[in-house]
C-alpha cells in the first residue's frame, strides 16, 4: 500500500493533538486530549509529561481507527509542541521530576532580574541570540539547580515537550534548533550549545543532548510504543520542531521579508530574515527551514477585546456583536487612542507598562472605544514591524495573519492599512498540523525543500489590501501612538509607588 500520509502530533498547553494529513496537505483526521496547566502558587505554571504522553496515544488511536489502512499508510511521524517546557531525565530515561515548568511558568523572575542587572546586552546577546526572560529553559533549569537539587544532580538529558513524546515514540534523545535557539544556550552563529553562556549561567553542558536538523530521522517507532499507540512498529519519526516556527512553516510564511501575525490571546509578529536580528527588544527563533524569525510579543492582542467585553459589557456581548459596534466608529475613533499594554511588555525596562486611553471627548462612545481598543493593537504592531524593519534593513512584502484574530475581517482591514501591508490568510487554521505534514513531505523526498512542500500544501483566501483613506488617516495617527507609548514610561513606576 502507498505510504500517503503523514501523521502530526501537536502537545500543546491546553490538549494533545494527532492528525492524518494526504498528500495534498489535507486534514483527514483530527482528535485532541486535553490536559490541564498545575499552578502550585501564584506565576507558577506546570504539567506533567506523562499527560501529555497519554494524550498522545488516546489522539493517535482515534485517527487511525477514523481512516482506513492508516497504520500502513503513514509514511513518518512529526512532532511539535509547546516551547520551553523543561523536561529532565536520568539516564535510564525516567523522569526526574513529574512536572515540568511551563512557558509562562514566572518562578525564574528573580533569576532574571539578577542576570540583567549583572550583565549589559553586549556581553550576552551575540552569544544567546535573544535578551533574557522568565521563559527560557536555561533560567528554569538555573532555579531547578538551586530548589531541586537533588533532581538536577540525577538529570543526565534535557528535553523539551515534543523532543520527550519522540523519546517515549523510539527510545532516542534529541533536541534541534528552533528549541535550543530559544533556550537562552545556543549560539546563534554555530546553531550549536554556547559553552559561554552555559558557563554564565552555571549549567551542567553534559544534559544538553547534540542539536539535530529537524528533518532528520530519529529513529523507528519501538515495540512498546507500537503497542500503546496502534502505530506500526518501525514507523520513521523525524526529529520535529516546536510548535511556533512549525505553525510558521505551516502558515506559509517561510521566506525572508515576509511577516507573520499570530493574534491569540497576545499578539506575536515575526519577520522571517536569513539572519537572527540581535537587539534588546527582540527575540529570535530558528526556523524549521534554517533561516531566523526575529520576534516581538505584544501581550495583549486577543487579550484586549476580551478585556473591552468584560469591562464594558460584563461579558454579556459576544465578540461578533463587539466587532459590529467597532466598525459603527468612523477609522480613527474620532481621535481617541488605546494603548493596549494592559498585561505590561515581556521585554525592556518597562515590563510593569500600562494600558490607557487618550484623546477622550465627550463626543465618544461604546463604537469608538471598541474601534480604539482594535485600532490600538494595529497600532502596537505596526510600531513592531517597524523596530525589526529598522533592524533588518530590508522592506517587507505581506503579513501572513493567523489565530483567532485572524478571524475578525475589520481587524484585518485595520492592520492592513495600519502596517500598509497587504494581509494573507491560510485557509486551514490548524498551521502545525499543516507544518509537520510539510516537514514529511520533503523529509521523505516528495518535495525538495520544506518551503515547496509549505507551498504546495498553504492555501489563502483572498488578499486583504490596505484601504488608501485608511492608510492615510492612520499613518497620521502612528506617530502620535508612538510618542504617547515613549512618554508613558516615565510614569509606571511612579504609578506603581501609588501602590493601590
Known amino acids: 500500500m502507498t505510504r500517503d500520509l503523514a501523521l502530526s502530533i501537536d502537545v500543546g498547553t491546553g490538549s494533545a493533538r494527532a492528525a492524518l494529513v494526504d498528500g495534498g496537505g489535507r486534514i483527514l483526521a483530527i482528535a485532541a486530549k486535553e490536559h490541564e496547566q498545575i499552578v502550585p502558587q501564584f506565576g507558577w505554571s506546570e504539567q506533567r509529561p506523562a499527560d501529555w504522553w497519554a494524550g498522545v496515544v488516546q489522539s493517535v488511536r482515534t485517527v487511525l481507527d477514523e481512516v482506513e489502512g492508516a497504520r500502513s499508510r503513514i509514511a513518518a511521524v512529526c512532532a511539535c509542541g509547546q516551547m ?12 526526574t521530576r513529574d512536572t515540568v515548568p511551563l512557558w509562562n511558568d514566572k518562578r525564574t523572575l528573580d533569576l532574571v532580574a539578577a542576570f540583567e542587572r549583572d ?94 536538523s529537524p528533518l532528520e530521522i530519529l529513529g523507528g517507532v519501538t515495540a512498546a510504543a507500537a503497542a500503546e499507540t496502534g502505530l506500526l512498529e518501525g514507523t520513521p519519526v523525524l526529529v520535529g520542531g516546536a510548535d511556533y516556527p512549525m505553525a510558521l512553516l505551516g502558515s506559509g510564511a517561510c521566506r525572508p521579508g515576509l511577516v507573520s501575525d499570530v493574534t491569540g490571546t497576545s499578539s506575536i509578529i515575526t519577520l522571517i530574515t536569513e539572519a537572527p536580528l540581535l537587539d ?96 490600538g493593537v494595529a497600532f502596537a504592531v505596526t510600531r513592531h514591524i517597524r523596530v525589526m524593519e529598522a533592524a533588518s534593513g530590508r522592506p517587507l512584502d505581506r503579513l501572513i495573519a493567523s489565530g483567532g484574530g485572524a478571524k475578525t475581517e475589520l481587524w484585518l482591514r485595520i492592520k492592513a492599512s ?68 515613549h512618554h508613558s514610561q516615565a510614569l509606571y513606576d511612579e504609578l506603581d509607588g501609588i501602590g493601590l
Not at 520551553?84 to 523522569?95: I, M, Q, R
Open 84 to 95: 520551553h517546557g523543561t523536561v529532565l531525565v536520568d539516564d535510564s530515561g525516567a523522569l
Open 119 to 212: 550583565h549589559a546586552p553586549d556581553s550576552y546577546l551575540a552569544e544567546s541570540g535573544n535578551p533574557p526572560t522568565p521563559a527560557w529553559p536555561g533560567f528554569k533549569l538555573a532555579w531547578i539547580r538551586d530548589h531541586g537539587p537533588e533532581a538536577y544532580r540525577r538529570t543526565a538529558a534535557v528535553m523539551m515537550p515534543k523532543d520527550y513524546v519522540n523519546f517515549r515514540l523510539t527510545g532516542e534523545i534529541a533536541m534541534e534548533a528552533t528549541e535550543g535557539s530559544c533556550s537562552f544556550l545556543m549560539n546563534p552563529a554555530t546553531r550549536g550549545w554556547s559553552p559561554a553562556m552555559i558557563a554564565l549561567m552555571g549549567l551542567d553542558p553534559a544534559m544538553l543532548p547534540r542539536l539535530r
Open 280 to 375: 534588546p527588544e527582540i527575540c529570535n527563533v530558528a526556523t524549521i527551514e534554517g533561516g531566523w524569525g526575529p520576534f516581538v510579543l505584544l501581550e495583549s492582542g486577543g487579550d484586549a477585546m476580551r478585556w473591552a467585553r468584560r469591562a464594558f459589557h460584563e461579558g454579556t456581548l459576544g465578540y461578533a456583536e463587539i466587532v459590529a459596534r467597532a466598525a459603527e466608529a468612523a477609522p480613527g475613533a474620532g481621535g481617541l487612542f488605546f494603548l493596549p499594554y494592559l498585561v505590561g511588555e515581556r521585554l525592556g525596562g518597562h515590563r510593569n507598562a500600562r494600558a490607557q486611553f487618550f484623546g477622550l471627548g465627550a463626543g465618544h462612545g461604546l463604537a469608538e472605544l471598541h474601534r480604539a481598543v482594535l485600532e
Open 418 to 485: 495600519a502596517t500598509g501591508l497587504p494581509i494573507l490568510v491560510p485557509e486551514e487554521a490548524e498551521c502545525g498540523v499543516v507544518g509537520c505534514a510539510a516537514m514529511v513531505a520533503a523529509a521523505t523526498g516528495r518535495f525538495g525543500t520544506v518551503q515547496e512542500a509549505a507551498g504546495a500544501y498553504v492555501r489563502y483566501g483572498a488578499e486583504i489590501a490596505p484601504d488608501p483613506a485608511w492608510a492615510e488617516r492612520y499613518a497620521r495617527m502612528q506617530p502620535v501612538f508612538d510618542r504617547l507609548y
